[in-house]
């Protein structure tokens, strides 16, 4: 199987800086696309920002401009820094992974165990 693994979350002012990273490891023939969502309690996981493996982005409008999405294909990696951060970005972000396990199997998707952010003053 697969293993994602989230660091790097916390507490931070408003207008304040994170970054977060996820490693993955396990039993692994190709990763696609990778990518961070985030959820509060009591609403729907929301994606925040993708990277295709040939490293094609994709943003929520909400911060596009503030955040950065960035992998690294040999070390299994996927990154979010996150800029300029709002009370409003307060979430627990998970990383995703869409991975193959082998040549004779489609991808399917593998989710972290979740860091929190809170953005407070």
């Known amino acids: 199987q697969v293993q994602l693994v989230e660091s790097g979350g916390g507490l931070v002012q408003p207008g304040g800086s994170l970054r977060l990273s996820c490693v993955a490891s396990g039993s692994i023939f190709v990763i696609n696309d990778m990518g961070w969502y985030r959820q509060v309690p009591g609403k729907q996981r929301d994606l925040v920002a993708s990277i295709t493996s040939g490293g094609s982005t ?51 998707a593998f989710w972290g165990q979740g860091t929190q952010v809170t953005v407070s003053s």
């Open 58 to 108: 994709n943003y929520a409008d909400s911060v596009k401009g503030r955040f950065t999405i960035s992998r690294d294909n040999a070390k299994k990696t996927v990154a979010l820094q996150m800029n300029s951060l709002k009370p409003e970005d307060t979430a627990e972000y998970y990383c995703n992974a869409d991975v193959r396990l082998d040549v004779w199997n489609p991808s399917r």
